[in-house]
């Protein structure tokens, strides 16, 4: 996944330059309402400019045609503001993430694409699932959990189930399990995410997710935002989920 932000051409015509310097030769032309979306975006002596890659297109209002190709053959760049015009670039708030195509890992269309023929709309699919061939994964979600790659991190609740135990052998396990407890030492619970649903708190997986809608409003699953690369490309959308969960939890 990678971070881009949205930006809308406010003058009647805005240059893209070779290079971020005003005077750098012109390469192309945004006309006023033209919306572009850049994933680079720094600050040049003191101007903040807005790198396009080659081959980059914005939205053009008005026309028919929703992508509009800018014809650059090299990267340009774009001030958001000129000392004498004023604006030029208007930074949309909302943190636009588009999805980088990994080698070797399925994407989230395809992984929606396959959980849409499972028979249970909420299944869960362990973390590791997008790194599974696809015909690994679309055996999981078919067989409801049954046929798993080996080493399958989610538990089989098929084996989960003790069914040769009658009344008195439990008992006699509660009991065993209650003695342990009166004498031990010291006690170390280990907890998963059930106990904070029952205290209020959403959970970052499953059906009680709902940490921050931000996140999902973004297209982003707490293990990507674990990463600590969004902290450089994207620091403000980083910060605000991380002071979020602070304040939940202190809550």
Not at 143 to 153: E, H, M
Request: aromatic content about 8%; overall charge negative.
């Amino acid at each position: 996944m990678v971070a881009a932000i949205r930006f809308t051409a406010m003058r009647p015509t805005v240059t893209i330059r070779r290079g971020p310097t005003a005077q750098a030769e012109p390469l192309a032309t945004l006309v006023e309402g033209d919306v572009i979306v850049a994933e680079h975006v720094f600050i040049e002596e003191g101007i903040e400019w807005v790198k396009l890659d080659r081959g980059a297109k914005a939205i053009r209002r008005n026309t028919s045609q929703e992508n509009i190709p800018l014809g650059l053959t090299e990267d340009g760049f774009v001030p958001t503001e000129d000392p004498v015009e004023g604006m030029l670039l208007q930074k949309h708030l909302q943190v636009v993430v588009d999805e980088r195509k990994e080698e070797g890992v399925l994407s989230k269309t395809e992984i929606r694409e396959i959980l849409e023929n499972c028979a249970e709309p909420g299944m869960a699919l362990p973390l590791e699932a997008k790194y599974w061939k696809r015909q690994q994964l679309e055996m999981f979600v078919m067989s409801g959990g049954v046929i798993r790659p080996a080493g399958c991190s989610m538990p089989d609740e098929r084996l989960m189930a003790n069914n040769n135990m009658d009344v008195d052998d439990v008992n006699r396990s509660l009991e065993q399990a209650a003695r342990w407890l009166a004498e031990a030492d010291a006690l170390l619970v280990g907890s998963g995410a059930g106990m904070g649903v029952d205290s209020g708190l959403g959970t970052f997986r499953g059906g009680q997710k709902g940490v921050w809608a931000g996140l999902e409003a973004v297209g982003l699953a707490y293990e990507e935002i674990c990463d600590p690369r969004w902290f450089r490309e994207e620091p403000h959308l980083a910060w605000a989920f991380w002071d979020h969960c602070y304040r939940a939890y202190q809550e």
